[in-house]
């Protein structure tokens, strides 16, 4: 059974920072693409951050400079590191896997967290 299990939400002041992260079973980690996708109440789920089984990085233009997404096979976990966050980042964050090449969206992927949420007061 497939568990990929988000902590770190939370709520912060406009300009703050987070560190999301996802832990997820071995097999899971070591054979999959990661990343992050994230839904605001009312807009339809949206790619934020992907990382391949390399390391390779690609980002949301939305949030490119101020997120960083990193992974950990020692621990099997996935990161996400926000800076400089915006109300406009607001959202239930979901961490993703997938058995393809890359995450980009909702088709490459396999597995889905729970989500955690982020809440950026202004």
């Known amino acids: 059974q497939v568990q990929l299990v988000e902590s770190g939400g939370g709520l912060v002041q406009a300009g703050g920072s987070l560190r999301l992260s996802c832990a997820a079973a071995?097999?899971?980690?070591?054979?999959?693409?990661m990343g992050w996708f994230r839904q605001a109440p009312g807009k339809e789920r949206e790619f934020v951050a992907g990382?391949?089984?390399?390391?390779?990085?690609s980002y949301a233009v939305s949030v490119k400079g101020r997120f960083t997404i990193s992974r950990d096979a020692a621990k099997n976990t996935l990161y996400l590191q926000m800076n400089s966050l915006k109300p406009e980042d607001t959202a239930l964050y979901y961490c993703?896997?997938?058995?393809?090449?890359?995450?980009?969206?909702?088709?490459?992927?396999?597995?889905w967290g729970q989500g955690t949420q982020v809440t950026v007061s202004s």
């Open positions: 990382i391949d089984r390399r390391g390779g990085r």
């Open positions: 071995e097999r899971t980690f070591s054979t999959s693409a």
């Open positions: 993703a896997a997938g058995t393809g090449f890359f995450v980009l969206t909702g088709t490459d992927v396999n597995y």
